[in-house]
Nanobody, 119 residues
Framework: QVQLVESGGGLVQPGGSLRLSCAAS????????MGWYRQGPGKQRDLVAD???????NYADSVKGRFTISRDDAERTVYLRMNNLKPEDTAVYYC?????????????WGQGTQVTVSA
């Protein structure tokens, strides 16, 4: 019933920037930890960053100092600002969120958005 809709992917040159967005439907579901994962061709899906309901953040070492995760609970949206992009950042980026309702917590995935970093 819950949908996570991603946007903001695309093609960018090395050193460039992009901002990804992920919006959650169903306002009766309380937003808990939300995050971004990525999966390159032939690779595992790995955590990029996440942010708790208290706005505590966590980043993969490979993106520290370059990426910033944030959330706007009024808009039910999580963002990922990506600066100084490198070719190794090329991947499909997936939004993930834990949502709670009536004492139950479930995890949900977005559809994925392609980020390509190339000259």
């Amino acid at each position: 019933q819950v949908q996570l809709v991603e946007s903001g992917g695309g093609l960018v040159q090395p050193g460039g920037s992009l901002r990804l967005s992920c919006a959650a439907s169903r306002s009766i579901f309380r937003l808990e930890t939300m995050g971004w994962y990525r999966q390159g061709p032939g690779k595992q899906r790995d955590l990029v960053a996440d942010i708790s309901s208290a706005a505590v953040t966590n980043y993969a070492d490979s993106v520290k100092g370059r990426f910033t995760i944030s959330r706007d609970d009024a808009e039910r949206t999580v963002y990922l600002r990506m600066n100084n992009l490198k070719p190794e950042d090329t991947a499909v980026y997936y939004c993930h969120a834990y949502l709670a309702h009536m004492g139950y917590v479930n995890g949900y995935w977005g559809q994925g958005t392609q980020v390509t970093v190339s000259a």
